[in-house]
């Protein structure tokens, strides 16, 4: 049937409605979301629970990207990270190769994509930081977060009495969080989970600078195996050092944010961008002409279905997650930026095809020099500290330590635009919600994280040096990770990342609603969520014989991937993260 037009001339369409079909018709710019006027100051929807819910701020101007390319390479910069040129290549190389690509692929379309969909959407609505957004859509707590907060509160109570007080505080604290903000504490957890994950980011941001002047002053060249690991032990048991080049690093971060969005992030980024692909691609005609080289790349692109197994998925999932900075809130606040005219499933797509090809490039650079040298693909996190010196040394050309610094000088411009979007998400918090300007903003997130980083560095190796902190996570959760570096990644990889990135996926598939989710992506002209899918993956979108069947829109399947396959998927990916689930 077709639905009659909304006030504005704006079209809409309920996704969930069965048998909905809608007359083919090209859309004006969508405007704001139909709502009653409750107030001078506040707007709300006469639908759903919290509906929809806007604070118009007078005479605010919130600085935007200057355009959509300055947008995409800085979203891309932020997901093309250490998780692309360091860990994408030793995950690939643990599980299978080309069959573990394939696995990953299929991962970023179903998981990857609409979850960045949704915090894109989010962040461009509200315009402001992931703690506000949330709270400017759903102002108030539900029946759902209040069932939420007693389920956790009483959960607290249960470890209380086993004596478990670390984890009973933590539970107590989420319970209170939960009560106090709502469906903001998601957007709480996308602001604290940046700073957790800075704090030893910045030191391994602060490793690649110092092997890059290792690799130009040729201290990279290495005998053997046990050679490359005792360097890069010293290194990281020096703490004045790690923390010279940790803070080094650290400022140079902060000296881009300090200039804003379009003088700062995406100035940088318009140079960043282009230097790393070159770099990439000069490491990659090396790596390819090596004799034997042919073994890594068919390695890398050829599957091998028999080494795919359950296990196979949750680590293709939870690379996906980390690859792409999702449920940090690094893609959240960079939507905020993004002005109303921009289209969001383009740019989104863009900055998923450019994290992917920029990880199989990095494979390509790495797979063939490594096998090409006899060494393993599968040497774990030691591949690019320790086995790429050594196989870029064993080359026999003379010129391994310029392959190394090449290497090196890639890492770290990839940790750069990661570390400058997830750094942003702490300004822009501290901007709209309390109300700083940029540069006390900025000063106070590398002071405090230059506090942690320094901590996370002096611990690298173990706890020698922070007995006190070790003795204290011991008395209250009982046990202690291995370092404060490894408790932080841990931490935050595991736990924190995987319940920003579900609590968002169910925020907008069953409180926001995929209606006004919806509605927001069709801003900036684009009608190409009501357009049949398969005559829009067949390039027939224009076709007039494809324009009266809409059963299959891109919508109805984006609709069904939030609200059930990516909540779903995020859950395993957790609970395998936590060691509570286990399918090999």
């Known amino acids: 049937m077709i639905i009659p037009s909304l006030p504005g001339g704006f079209l809409y369409l309920d996704v969930f409605s069965p048998g909905v079909t809608i007359q083919a018709e090209r859309r004006a710019p969508v405007p704001e979301f139909p709502e009653r006027n409750l107030g001078p100051e ?83 609505h509200a315009q402001v930081d992931p703690i506000s957004a949330f709270q400017k859509i759903c102002p108030k707590g539900t029946g759902a977060t209040k069932m939420l907060g007693v389920l956790i509160l009483l959960a607290g109570g249960g470890l209380l009495c086993f004596g ?67 360097v890069f032990v010293n290194f990281t048991n020096n703490p004045l050092q790690g923390i010279i080049f940790q803070l080094l690093f650290t400022v140079i971060t902060g000296s881009v944010i300090w200039f804003g969005i379009k003088n700062g992030i995406e100035l940088a980024s318009k140079f960043l961008m282009p230097v790393l692909l070159v770099f990439i691609l000069v490491l ?113 050309d003379h010129l391994g330590w310029l392959w190394s610094s090449i290497f090196f000088f890639l890492i770290f411009i990839a940790a750069l635009t990661s570390a400058i979007s997830i750094a942003e998400g702490c300004v822009t918090c501290l901007i709209d919600h309390f109300k700083f300007h940029r540069k006390p903003a900025v000063f106070l997130t590398i002071f405090f994280v230059s506090i942690a980083g320094v901590f996370c560095t ?25 370092s404060l570096f490894d408790l932080m990644d841990h931490f935050s990889s595991n736990y924190m990342l995987p319940l920003g990135g579900l609590g968002t996926s169910l925020f907008v598939g069953w409180q926001w609603g995929m209606r006004y989710a919806l509605a927001e992506l069709r801003k900036g002209g684009s009608d190409v969520t009501d357009i049949n899918f398969f005559a829009l993956v067949a390039g027939l979108k224009d076709d007039p014989m494809s324009k009266g069947n809409h059963s299959m829109t891109l919508a109805l399947i984006l609709g069904f991937l939030i609200r059930f396959i990516a909540p779903v998927s995020v859950i395993l990916v957790f609970l395998s993260n936590i060691g509570w689930l286990s399918l090999n």
């Not at 007078?58 to 995409?72: D, M, P």
């Not at 008395?475 to 202690?480: N, P, T, V, Y």
């Open 164 to 230: 478990k007080f670390g984890l009973a505080g933590l539970f107590f604290l989420s319970a209170l969080v939960i009560f106090w903000y709502g469906w903001a504490a998601i957007g709480l957890l996308s602001v604290i989970t940046p700073f957790f994950i800075l704090s030893f980011y910045v030191a391994v941001g602060g490793w690649t600078i110092a092997y890059f002047f290792k690799g130009i002053f040729q201290q990279l060249n290495f005998a053997d195996a046990e050679s490359a690991r005792q």
């Open 42 to 124: 506040r707007e709300k929807s006469s639908e759903g629970v919290c509906g929809y819910f806007a604070m118009k701020e007078k005479n605010q101007v919130r600085e935007h990207w200057g355009g959509s390319l300055g947008f995409v390479l800085a979203a891309a910069g932020s997901a093309i990270g250490l998780g692309n040129l360091w860990k994408f290549p030793y995950v690939t190389g643990q599980n299978g190769g080309g069959a573990f690509i394939l696995v990953y692929l299929l991962a970023v379309l179903v998981i990857g994509f609409p979850v960045m969909v949704c915090e894109i959407a989010i962040g461009r």
């Open 458 to 482: 002096l611990s690298v190796s173990d706890w020698s040096r922070l007995p006190l902190i070790q003795k204290g996570l011991i008395w209250a959760f009982g046990s202690a990770d291995s």
């Open 284 to 396: 990659i005609m090396r790596s390819v002409t090596l004799q034997g080289a042919s073994a890594g790349i068919s390695y890398l692109l050829t599957p091998d279905f028999s080494k795919i197994t359950p296990h196979t998925f949750l680590a293709a999932l939870g690379q996906a997650f980390f690859s792409l900075s999702l449920g940090m809130g690094a893609i959240m606040t960079y939507g905020s930026y993004l002005d109303s005219e921009k289209n969001i499933l383009s740019s989104t797509l863009f900055i998923i095809v450019a994290d992917t090809f920029f990880a199989l490039l990095a494979g390509l650079a790495i797979f063939p020099a490594v096998m090409a040298m006899g060494m393993e693909p599968s040497e774990g996190a030691g591949l690019a500290f320790q086995v790429m010196p050594l196989t870029f040394n064993s080359i026999g």
